[in-house]
């Protein structure tokens, strides 16, 4: 097993292929500017921003999944709003759990009846923190 986000498992066997290409992750803080009269703005540190993930998952029939039905588990989580954790490896990724923020299906070949042989998505993830104050 790669890892997972909620019950979705990224893996790699001789069975099944569900992993991800170009991951990305992007941090940033938060801050704000109190203008001073006659001089430069004094910048302020308010506290870390909510990092965002982004990833693309190449599905393909071969390789043991049903690439249809898992865009749509990707876009039906994301219409819900499930929150999940994220982990790669051993290790859990931000402070808390990520919220899907966007999905977008790319459909590659498709067979009689509909049936999607190949295809891509990509996700957008963002950092969803419960609680107040946790870092």
Not at 15 to 36: E, K, M, P
Not at 74 to 85: D, F, I, Q, S
Request: charged residues 25%.
């Amino acid at each position: 097993m790669i890892g997972f986000f909620g019950k979705i498992v990224f893996e790699t066997s001789d069975q099944r292929i569900l992993t991800f290409t170009g991951f990305q992750r992007s941090a940033s803080s938060r801050w704000s500017n109190h203008d001073v009269i006659g001089a430069k703005p004094s910048s302020e540190y308010l506290g870390p921003g909510l990092d965002t993930i982004s990833f693309s998952v190449d599905l393909n029939g071969q390789n043991g999944v049903k690439p249809r039905y898992e865009m749509n588990r990707w876009l039906r989580m994301e219409r819900k709003g499930e929150v999940a954790p994220l982990v790669i490896g051993d290790a859990y990724l931000g402070v808390d759990k990520w919220r899907i923020k966007s999905v977008s299906q790319m459909w590659g070949v498709i067979l009689n009846r509909g049936e999607v042989l190949s295809g891509k998505v990509d996700i957008e993830l963002e950092e969803y923190v419960e609680k107040v104050g946790v870092r």
